[in-house]
């Protein structure tokens, strides 16, 4: 969602608008079509609110598509597990930078952070981050001493296994109690 601009804002206050400030350049535009048409400042800041209401309405939609293909993910590794057999193939999820981005201040904790496939398919909406992004992490790969590792939304806990993520995935199976090997 893009801000209003200077210019947008510096308009709307050339008309005479006072009501509620718009966050968005759409809101901004829809403002100014209705001070434009009739100077009427309350209509102006009900057309801010209701593009507002639209905006949140289009986030919840993405938002949801973007968990149903979360659970999708989840579910065909679950899947693999049990086709591959033994341990498993898959052990979870890695959250790493994107490129040219820097993690928002509630992203930044989970950066470098091993996500286990059973908490994620307990709590997919963990893997909905804005400004960082996951891999995939298999059951022979090893994570470095230190790693940290989600237990639950929020909630972070050092990895201090040398067993590899097999180890882990067998610790976290039985209920994340503890991460020593």
């Known amino acids: 969602m ?8 510096d308009y709307l206050a050339d008309l005479g608008y006072s009501g509620a400030a718009p966050t968005s350049s759409r809101q901004a535009s ?10 009427d400042v309350r ?3 009900r057309a801010v609110l209701k593009q507002q ?40 999820f890695l959250f790493v930078e994107i490129d040219d981005k820097r993690p928002s201040e509630t ?6 952070a091993f996500v286990p496939l059973a908490v994620a398919q307990q709590h997919p909406e963990i893997l909905l981050r804005e400004t960082i992004d996951y891999e995939d992490v298999l059951t022979e790969d090893k994570l470095p001493v230190g790693t940290r590792v989600v237990v639950a939304p ?19 199976l039985c209920g994340i109690a503890s991460f020593a090997a």
């Not at 938002?63 to 052990?91: C, H, P, S, T």
């Not at 929020?154 to 976290?172: N, W």
């Open 107 to 112: 992203d930044a904790p989970y950066v470098g």
């Open 154 to 172: 929020g909630q972070l806990q050092p990895l201090r296994s040398r067993a590899g993520c097999l180890g882990l995935v067998l610790v976290t």
């Open 53 to 92: 209401k639209a905006e949140q309405k289009r986030e919840r939609a993405a938002r949801k598509d973007q968990l149903a293909a979360i659970r999708q993910e989840i579910w065909f590794m679950v899947r693999e597990n049990r086709a591959y057999g033994g341990d498993g193939l898959f052990a979870g």
């Open 43 to 45: 209509a102006a800041e």
């Open 30 to 39: 829809a403002a100014i079509d209705v001070m434009l048409k009739s100077r």
């Open 2 to 9: 893009k801000p209003p601009s200077r210019k947008q804002l």
